[in-house]
């Protein structure tokens, strides 16, 4: 039963662990404020969700090892118009990322100026130009 269970876990790879690594505090919140106002009934769509990060990531870890050629790179060389699908690509994720990192800096200078004002009464809870300030600093 054990050795079945291992090979069975080795079949699905470390796919299924980077899964986690695109579930951030973004989707946490999303999907905290989905189930408060629907329920379970959106549950599906976590499903499709998982199932499709697993099946793509799966795909281009074993693309890259039989090949040893990126998906970009694969796009590039492979397909009439590669070149300008791997920089759409490039800017589809940055932009991702970007909105991201966007959201962590919000909930983190938000976070500091909470702490800041325990210590400073005489700042104000509602003065989001404090927050503003912090956002540029950390930047």
């Known amino acids: 039963m054990f050795p079945k269970l291992l090979k ?8 299924i662990f980077a899964i986690g690594y695109t ?17 379970m009934q959106l549950l599906w769509v976590l499903f499709l969700s ?4 697993w099946v ?6 074993r693309y ?6 990126t998906a970009l790179y694969s ?10 699908i791997g920089i759409l690509i490039i800017l589809g994720i940055s932009i991702g ?7 962590i800096l919000g ?12 210590f400073l009464p005489s700042i104000k809870g509602q003065e989001y130009w404090w927050i503003l300030g912090i956002a540029i600093l950390i930047i």
Do not use: D, R
């Open 8 to 15: 069975a876990l080795q079949g699905i790879g470390p796919g």
């Open 23 to 39: 579930i951030g505090t973004g989707s946490v919140t999303s999907m905290i404020v989905a189930g408060s106002q629907f329920g």
């Open 50 to 53: 998982c199932l499709f990060s």
């Open 56 to 61: 793509l990531i799966e795909a281009y870890g």
């Open 64 to 69: 890259y090892l039989v090949t040893g050629e």
């Open 75 to 84: 796009f590039k060389k492979h397909l009439k118009l590669g070149k300008l």
């Open 97 to 103: 990322q970007w909105n991201s990192l966007i959201g």
């Open 107 to 118: 909930i983190s200078s938000n976070a500091i100026f909470e702490t800041i004002s325990l």
